[in-house]
């Protein structure tokens, strides 16, 4: 049987271990995502979807467990095949838009007439043609992340972790960029992770969704989501979407 992409087995993560201010923020969580997935991570503040994020990045460590990327053949470099995107678009404000976008190619050392092919390229799958030699100062919130999700990708990485990144937009930008992003998913092919407090928008993103619990932090349960791509905003009247919100409502204790 194929390995699946992501393998998460029995990861806990205890801040502070052995401290007096030690602090368990996630308990044996076991996740598989294939290829290709949309895994939508949805739960309450501080439930440890960041902590998670963070382990899978290897920006920190699991204080226990298992975790193995790329099926294991052991060609996934975390450093190489990672691409993140945060809730602020952290853009250098000194340099242009495309300069932005470069920055994982020139860390990573990639050679840069390709990289600038790429990111031009990558900029235009993101809708922001034109805007190239733009500051970022000079774009809206929405065009912001849209220049972050556009670095995200200049070093062609095979797994993209989100980690709320619509949380500071606008309800109606918010919508919109959903929309965009499942566009660049579907003609990209990566395999994206995605974290968000919105019980709406983990369903209507994703392929799968992980509904995570706090007290204790944990994996509540995940649900293959049936409803079928493209996705269309109309689709969240549907009685079908309906039953998937309300399912993880019920998860965390919301009904
Ligand atoms: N460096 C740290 N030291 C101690 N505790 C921490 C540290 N980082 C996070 N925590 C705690 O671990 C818990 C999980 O934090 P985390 O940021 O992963 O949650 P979250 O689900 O992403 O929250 P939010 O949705 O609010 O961003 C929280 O209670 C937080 O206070």
Known sequence: ?????????????????????????????SLDVKEGDLVSIV??????????IMIIAGLLEAT???????????????NRHVGIVFQQSLLLKWRTVLDNVLLP????????REARDRARD????????GQEDKYPKQLSGGQQ???SIARSLVHDPKLVLMDEPFGALDALTREHMNLELLRIWEQSGKTILFVTHGISEAVFLGSKIAVM??????LAKEIDVQLPYPRRLDMKTHEDFGA???EVYGLLGME
Do not use: W
Not at 19 to 26: R, V
Not at 43 to 52: E, V
Not at 122 to 129: I, K, N, W
Not at 213 to 218: E, L, Q, V
């Open 213 to 218: 619990t706090s007290g204790p932090a944990r």
């Open 43 to 52: 739960g309450p503040s501080g439930c440890g979807k960041s902590t998670l």
């Open 122 to 129: 990558l900029l235009a799958l993101v809708g922001l043609q």
């Open 1 to 29: 049987m194929q390995k699946p992409f992501i393998h998460i087995s029995g990861l806990s993560k205890v801040y502070n271990k052995g401290k007096a201010n030690e602090y368990p923020a996630l308990s044996d969580v």
């Open 64 to 78: 226990e467990g298992t975790l193995e990327i790329g099926g294991g053949d052991g060609g996934f470099d975390v």
């Open 145 to 147: 992340q849209r220049v």
């Open 244 to 246: 998937y919100a309300r």
């Open 105 to 112: 190619a020139e860390f990573l050392g990639l050679p840069m």
